[in-house]
């Protein structure tokens, strides 16, 4: 039987491998080496050549199922995450995982927990009923995160968070490094009289603080008490910090430049300078944190940020657990940290003379 198009169908309209194998005048068994992997060897380049060429004019594609049952694998990985989907960056990571997986003929079936325990419990043990591959558990901000039951009864690994009881292998932000990267940056612009805005106790505010301090101490430079600022994460966090800072200050006697939390208290920051009538960069630089879309690079003046490398994490910790499947070992526990690059921009600059 064929279609309109002259081409070979079977009862269900889909062209099989048989179908292939008779156009191409070959055995099945030839057909099956091609496409599962095998034909180095056992066929000629010709013929192995006139046979997916015999593919292509069907439009025969293997049947993914039934690859999976012959080798005990889905082709699909699961992605549970807490409450990604309300982040400005998820679709960086998301969009990294995806394409990683698709490069390797898998597909991702993700699910948001929404932060609720027991729903990631829940979304594990589905992914398992559905013999996914393995699970990546990724997180909407860096944090050490309960594991999910059921998530050690098969490959798994972590995104942007870190697991409470160190039994997985994560890939997170190098949040130190990026914090040492900030500060050199303003040293190199002649900065010493520098501050932080924003922030409070978790992981990426006392890393990026402290990889500031490192950078700015083996210069000898000292962030006095004062000008460190924990005021959250927020725009007007930045802003009344901003103000608390520079409001009565005389520009002798105020930092020269500030390192924000992240790019929503840098735009406090921003917007606080302006009220206040000093400009950006010429008596203030403001750095900021996270290169959020939409966002920082449409302040006034742009901002210098540096960026979380969102789309990095979700490719690496796909390619982890992908060698993980392929080799049948699970990696070792350790953590991954991705470098957190600088985006330049216009509100760094030299250092004011006052």
């Not at 679709?91 to 390797?104: H, I, K, V, Y």
């Not at 932060?115 to 944090?143: C, F, N, Q, T």
Request: aromatic residues 4%; proline residues 6%; charged residues 25%.
């Amino acid at each position: 039987m064929t279609n309109a198009e002259g081409r070979p169908t079977t009862g269900t309209g889909r062209p099989t491998s048989r179908d292939v194998a008779r156009l191409a005048g070959v055995s099945h068994t030839a057909v099956s080496f091609v496409f599962n992997g095998r034909a180095e060897g056992n066929l000629s380049p010709a013929t192995q050549e006139r046979i997916r060429l015999a593919a292509a004019q069907l439009g025969y594609r293997p049947d993914p199922v039934a690859r999976g049952l012959r080798r005990r694998r889905t082709a699909v990985i699961g992605l549970v995450t807490d409450e990604i989907a309300s982040s400005p960056f998820a679709g960086r990571l998301l969009r990294g995982a995806m394409e990683t997986a698709w490069a390797s003929e898998h597909l991702v079936l993700t699910i948001d927990s929404g932060g609720d325990p027991a729903k990631e419990d829940a979304a594990v043990a589905e992914l398992l009923d559905r013999r996914v591959d393995g699970i990546i558990y990724a997180a909407m901000s860096l944090r050490r995160v309960r594991v999910p039951e059921g998530l050690h009864r098969t490959h798994s690994v972590l995104a942007n968070c870190l697991p409470e009881d160190g039994s997985l292998s994560a890939v997170v932000p190098a949040e130190r490094a990026g914090g040492r990267t900030a500060a050199r940056l303003l040293l190199d612009h002649g900065h010493r009289r520098v501050a932080y805005i924003g922030g409070l106790d978790d992981i990426a505010s006392v890393e990026r603080l402290g990889g500031f301090r490192d950078a700015l101490r083996a210069e000898g430079v000292t962030v006095p008490k004062e000008w460190v600022l924990r005021t959250g994460g927020e725009i007007t966090g930045g802003h009344d910090g901003a103000v608390r800072l520079f409001g009565d200050a005389e520009p002798a006697r105020r930092p020269t430049a500030v390192f924000c939390y992240n790019d929503r208290v840098a735009a406090g920051v921003l917007h606080a300078a302006t009220r206040l009538g000093i400009a950006v960069p010429a008596e203030l630089s403001v750095i900021g944190y996270d290169d959020q879309e939409h966002m920082a690079a449409f302040l006034t003046p742009s901002l210098t940020t540096m960026a979380l490398p969102h789309r990095q994490m979700g490719e690496s910790a796909t390619r982890l657990l992908l060698d993980a499947i392929t080799t049948g070992r699970t990696p070792p526990a350790t953590v991954r940290r991705l470098a957190c690059p600088v985006v330049p921009r216009s509100s760094v600059g030299p250092a004011p003379t006052v």
